[in-house]
């Protein structure tokens, strides 16, 4: 069975950092395109960072030079490198993986989310 599991959310003053992980199993992380959504209060989930099976990658317009999405293949671990984090970036966050079955198919999977909270 598929199992995403997030961590490294937490609390961050305006402009610091923090790297989220996504510790994947019953999928192989390097063989999937990935991503990382996001859910800010109130409003609907958007992909924030995509990680393509041929790892190219795209952001959303607003974290696009602030954020990184990566893999580590050994240890089949998504991350979400965010920097210059900003009050706006308040959300759940939450990893993904769009799963191939067959030539056709696709199922998605989620995480449970991870609380990152931005002050001013």
């Known amino acids: 069975q598929v199992h995403l599991v997030e961590s490294g959310g937490g609390l961050v003053q305006s402009g610091g950092s923090l790297r989220l992980s996504c510790a994947a199993s019953?999928?192989?992380?390097?063989?999937?395109?990935m991503a990382w959504y996001r859910q800010l209060p109130g409003k609907e989930r958007e992909q924030v960072a995509f990680?393509?099976?041929?790892?190219?990658?795209n952001y959303l317009s607003s974290v696009g030079g602030r954020f990184a999405i990566s893999r580590d293949n050994a240890k089949n671990m998504l991350y979400l490198q965010m920097d210059s984090l900003k009050p706006e970036d308040t959300a759940v966050y939450y990893c993904?993986?769009?799963?191939?079955?067959?030539?056709?198919?696709?199922?998605?999977?989620w995480g449970p989310g991870t609380q990152v909270t931005v002050s001013s």
């Open positions: 993904s993986a769009f799963v191939s079955v067959g030539e056709t198919m696709r199922r998605d999977y």
């Open positions: 019953g999928i192989t992380v390097s063989r999937n395109a």
């Open positions: 990680i393509s099976s041929d790892d190219e990658v």
